[in-house]
């Protein structure tokens, strides 16, 4: 495929008129919980589906918490699943979906600055690599079971 100047130009015409959240990466059905309405710690949970190139998540941000952490499971030798931070963040090949549910991967928010009541929207800011900063507001839903 060969670009010309005029289709660059056009592309970028079309890239400014859209909105800043229309990006490759897009977040789906994203919700935060705590185990109790007087909980200290809450996550979030979401499909982040990355529609562009090889990319990953590097970081997430809120101010609904005073340490916000990438978290994954790993199983310690005995079968005990145990919650890690994941420091180098979460691959994101391209045309992959990444998966943060119970049980797996997550975003780890400690030290909420005010408990999570049903209905409250959590911003979050995930850090990619190459696409950047993204910002969106997670519903909080306390009543949701587990996928699995
Ligand atoms: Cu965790």
């Known amino acids: 495929m060969s670009f010309t100047f005029r289709s660059i130009a056009v592309a970028a015409a079309i890239a400014c008129a859209m909105p800043a959240f229309a990006q490759s990466i897009t ?7 705590s185990a109790s ?4 710690t809450g996550a979030a949970f979401m499909q982040i ?16 918490a005073d340490v916000v ?21 979460f691959d994101m090949p391209a045309g992959s979906t990444l998966s943060m549910e119970r049980g797996g991967k ?10 999570l009541a049903q209905g409250d929207l959590v911003p979050l800011t995930l ?3 190459k696409a950047g900063d993204m ?13 699995k």
């Open 106 to 115: 997550h975003v780890m928010l400690m030290g909420l600055t005010a408990p």
């Open 27 to 33: 977040v789906e059905d994203a919700y935060a919980r």
């Open 135 to 147: 910002t969106v507001d997670v519903a909080v839903d306390l009543e949701r079971m587990p996928s």
């Open 49 to 64: 589906v990355n529609d562009g190139e090889d990319d990953r998540l590097i970081g997430v941000a809120s101010p609904a």
């Open 69 to 89: 952490q990438l978290h994954t499971h790993i199983e310690s030798g005995d079968g005990v699943m145990q919650m890690k931070h994941a420091e180098d963040g």
């Open 37 to 40: 309405p007087t909980a200290k």
């Open 127 to 129: 850090s990619f690599e």
